[in-house]
Every structure is written in C-alpha cells, then in structure tokens.
C-alpha cells in the first residue's frame, strides 16, 4: 500500500498550565505537571517523527499560532466528548481518501517507533488494531474504515474501556499490541526513571 494512503493522528492538549495532567497537578502542582507534559510531547515527537506515513496533529482547544511540528498538519478536535472527538477525527481522515488510520494520544512514555511501525503492519491483514494500555483503557487505536460504535457507549476515563470496545469487535479480525503504561497519575510518575525529578514537587 503507498505511504499516503497511511495516517497517524496524534491528539494532544494545548500545553497550558493548569489545564494539562490534572489528577498530576493534585501531587506535584501545575508547573511541574506542565513540564512533565512537554516531556511527553517532545517523546511523542520524537516517536513518531521518522514513521514514513501521513501524520496529523489534534490539538484540544485551538491551533497554536507556533505550530512546531513540520511535516505534522495542525487540526481541531470537534465534539464533546473523547468518543465523538475521536469518531469525528477518523471520519474526516477516511474523507481524505486514507485506507489506513492509526491514532494515538501523546501520555505514553513507553510508546516505541515499532509500535506504529506493527500497527500499521498488522492492518494490512486485520480489520482493526488495538493497543491495551495497563490502566484498562487503550494508547492506540487503528482500522481501515469508520466504525461508529466504537466511540459511542463508553465510559471514558474508567478501567472498562478496553472491555467494552473488544466487546464491540467480537465479530471482527482484530490485531493486539503489546500492553503499554501510560503516564496519568503521581504513582504512574514513580514507574518512569525519567520523571523522577518531580516526585518531591509539592508532595
């Protein structure tokens, strides 16, 4: 399949302080939680700089006027809640004329070149390609065409995520990546040597 036909979308929160990583900012206040969320964006970045397909970046609440990352085009999510801004996000990718969509959120400091790289390898074979994330929801999500349902019905931010939307791809083909961590809370914090520089803020 040519490269074009390929999209990553990444959704990201404009980097303002007190409006990222908030259940974070309850331990180490939200300076620090701000720097630990450019931390994760310049990983994002770095991950997924050298994939060789069409990446899109979502931001939360409005396109900055200093857009940094080249070859990435800025957009804005559209809708409420994360299930219809994600629906909505696919919908308009698969409108572009792309045969393949991957999309990922930028809280994952275990995310790997590889990763995407299987993804998108994986639905050259299956309809639908998933990446579990430990807290119960997923880090990534992948198909080849839209699939409503699995943005709708789901109680988003829980640990029943995941279950519900395998549910929902029970008749389905669909491929499992490896189970990833991803970086929500002052106890998330603690896993990663990288971050360990903010354990002591404001606890």
Do not use: C
């Not at 931001?59 to 200093?66: K, L, T, V």
């Not at 629906?87 to 698969?94: I, K």
């Not at 929902?168 to 970086?183: A, H």
């Amino acid at each position: 399949m040519e490269e074009k036909k390929r999209l990553l979308i990444i959704f990201v929160r404009n980097p303002e302080k007190g409006k990222v990583k908030k259940r974070l900012a309850k331990d180490i206040g939200e300076e620090a939680a701000l720097r630990v969320y450019l931390q994760l964006l310049e990983h994002t970045h770095a991950v997924t700089n050298g994939i060789g397909v069409s990446k899109e970046i979502f931001y939360s609440e409005h396109i900055p006027q200093d857009h940094l990352w080249n070859g990435y085009e800025p957009r804005l999510q559209k809708g409420e809640a994360l299930g219809e801004r994600m629906e909505r996000a696919f919908q308009q990718g698969f409108q572009e004329g792309f045969h393949q969509i991957v999309l990922i959120g930028s809280d994952l400091p275990e995310l790997r070149p590889e990763d995407l790289q299987q993804a998108f390898m994986a639905l050259d074979t299956f309809d639908n390609v998933i990446g579990p994330a430990e807290d119960g929801g997923y880090y990534l999500i992948g198909m080849k065409s839209l699939n409503s349902k699995l943005f709708r019905n789901k109680t988003w931010g829980t640990n029943k995520v995941l279950e519900e939307t395998l549910k929902d791809l029970k008749y389905e083909s669909n491929y499992l990546l490896d189970k990833r961590r991803d970086l929500d809370t002052y106890e998330d914090l603690e896993t990663f040597p990288q971050f360990q520089q903010y354990l002591k803020m404001n606890r």
